[in-house]
């Protein structure tokens, strides 16, 4: 009689805990560790569509779904381009874009907080813009000159920890200009978000500063570096 009694009060606190903490029993197929929720994958981001991340509902933090993630992206809105993180969105540029070139390197970056870089096609170009989601202010921006449309793009990181995008040229940079590759021009500098530094506001934009990246002519830029003309053959 007290061993049967012992096993009922075990089965009610079981039973208590269950219902006070919200979980339900897993599937006799799942394991113990985690548990799919019924309504995984139907969680909804700013712009309506269906979250990447399925939802779990995880046994020991009281069976509560975590908030849904998805990674942040640039996608049109109403007729502009936007970005979308976090469950908000932001309006880059007027117009919807239409890159035609090739991006190397992470399109948007995470700098801390809630600010990120972003690499978007406008009207006038490539350009980048750093933003505060947080606070839907632009911080700074610059753009690639015009008629380049394959770019490098990625993030130095100072001794303090502070980021620094950048932009920079990529495949098909050359001088002489090469009009296979559709460059209308030579690029030869990049440009580097640090706000402490005077803007370059002729050669990229505010916010930006840029630096040399030319070589002695004739050059042509390939994946990763420049390629130079050593045997004077027109890079044939």
Not at 92 to 106: I, M, Q, R, S, Y
Not at 110 to 125: F, I, Q
């Amino acid at each position: 009689m007290v061993q049967s009694s012992i096993v009922s009060s075990a089965r009610v606190l079981v039973f208590c805990a269950l219902v006070s903490t919200g979980c339900r029993r897993p599937p006799p197929d799942e394991g113990a560790g985690a548990i799919e929720s019924p309504d995984a994958g139907e969680a909804r981001d700013a712009e309506g569509d269906a979250a990447e991340s399925s939802t779990t509902w995880e046994l020991d933090v009281g069976c509560r779904p975590p908030p849904a993630v998805t990674s942040p992206r640039v996608r049109a809105c109403d007729g502009a381009t936007c970005l979308f993180a976090h469950g908000k969105k932001m309006k880059l540029a007027d117009g919807v874009e239409a890159c035609a070139g090739t991006l190397f390197g992470e399109r948007v970056q995470h700098l801390g907080m809630e600010r990120y870089s972003v690499v978007h096609c406008t009207e006038a170009g490539v350009q980048i813009t750093i933003v505060d989601l947080e606070k839907q202010a632009v911080l700074g921006s610059a753009r690639a000159p015009a008629g380049q449309k394959n770019v490098w793009t990625d993030t130095l990181r100072a001794s303090s920890g502070e980021a620094h995008p950048f932009i920079a040229p990529s495949y098909g940079d050359a001088s002489p200009v090469d009009p296979t590759y559709g460059v209308g021009a030579t690029w030869g500098h990049a440009c580097v978000y640090d706000p402490t530094r005077a803007s370059d506001l002729a050669r990229c934009g505010p916010g930006f500063a840029s630096f040399d990246v030319r070589p002695p002519s004739p050059f042509f830029r390939e994946a990763g570096g420049y390629v130079m003309d050593l045997d004077g053959d027109g890079l044939d």
